[in-house]
């Protein structure tokens, strides 16, 4: 039976540039990792495609993938971080990769974003320095690089940075809070459409919950019944487990740089694993 890992990283996330310091660092050396062992790297759009149809074929050859979350200008600027220097993005890491890998197939990413314009503006002064680093104008030409997909991670992250939204004592920080037909519609659906208007592409069919959390109602009612008529066809949560064909297809799992590996001994024993 296939077990396929999804490896999620944040851009953002640097205090430093060693690899423990570093998402950004750590991508780099970890695409090398994952290619000397010998695994393909699929999109997260091919990775739910064939788990649904063709599951067998994920046990064809080890598979991995690869994702970002929240969607800043990190994931396709190369920006000078404040206390750690010059950055390369996550678009221009695998650039590098691919230059220095010819005659291997591409690795692709799956960068989840918020959609609001709005909340990315208000989270880009709160949450990182106030620079206007958190965009969409990238989304397009992300998605015509053929490196990166672009996917929901909601409508604004229910941050707890963020002022009230909609309905009255919703608790925000969490997204376990997300519970009924108008709040999923706000964060989930009204996200979907956004994104797959703005930068068309596979990963529009993609959702990952912010804070990795999800709840009966969104996992057992919403996305079964909304899916289709919004153009889901698959959800992510951050539960440290391997995608595999008994894996619930709202509730997706995915290994979380820092809290699941941060150490290329780490992620040499995931891959162990996932090959057993």
Same mark, same amino acid.
């Given at each position: ?97 691919? +230059? %220095?890998?010819?005659?291997? #197939? ?5 960068? $989840? ?6 909340? *990315?503006? @208000? ?80 990963? +529009? %069919?993609?959702?990952?919950? #912010? ?5 009966? $109602? ?6 079964? *019944?909304? @899916? ?49």
């Amino acid at each position: 039976m296939p077990k396929v890992p999804i490896l999620t990283y944040h851009a953002s996330d640097i205090r430093g540039n060693a690899y423990g310091e570093s998402d950004l660092a750590a991508l780099a050396q970890d695409l090398e990792h994952v290619s000397r062992e010998g695994f393909r790297v699929l999109a997260l759009s091919a990775i739910a495609h064939l788990r649904l149809a063709s599951p067998h074929e994920l046990d064809s050859q080890p598979t991995v993938g690869f994702s970002c979350d929240d969607g800043t200008d990190f994931d396709f600027h190369d920006l000078p971080h404040p206390v750690a220097g010059p950055q390369r993005s996550v678009l221009n890491t695998l650039r590098s990769f691919h +230059a %220095s890998h010819p005659g291997e #197939p591409q690795a692709r990413i799956t960068s $989840f974003v918020i959609a609001s314009p709005a909340a *990315r503006e @208000a989270l880009d002064r709160a949450c990182l320095v106030g620079k206007g680093w958190w965009n969409d104008a990238w989304w397009p030409q992300a998605v015509a690089s053929g490196l990166m997909e672009i996917a929901s991670h909601s409508w604004d992250h229910n941050h707890d940075a963020l002022e009230p939204g909609p309905g009255a004592g919703v608790r925000r920080g969490t997204f376990r809070s997300i519970d009924s037909e108008d709040l999923a519609d706000y964060q989930i659906a009204q996200s979907v459409l956004h994104v797959r208007a703005k930068a068309p592409n596979a990963g +529009a %069919s993609l959702f990952a919950y #912010p804070y990795g959390e999800t709840n009966g $109602f969104l996992v057992g009612d919403y996305l079964p *019944r909304r @899916a289709a008529s919004i153009g889901l066809e698959a959800a992510f949560t951050t539960e440290p487990e391997f995608v595999h064909p008994g894996s619930q297809r709202w509730a997706l799992p995915r290994f979380v740089f820092r809290r699941d590996w941060s150490s290329p001994a780490e992620l040499a024993r995931i891959l162990r694993e996932a090959r057993r």
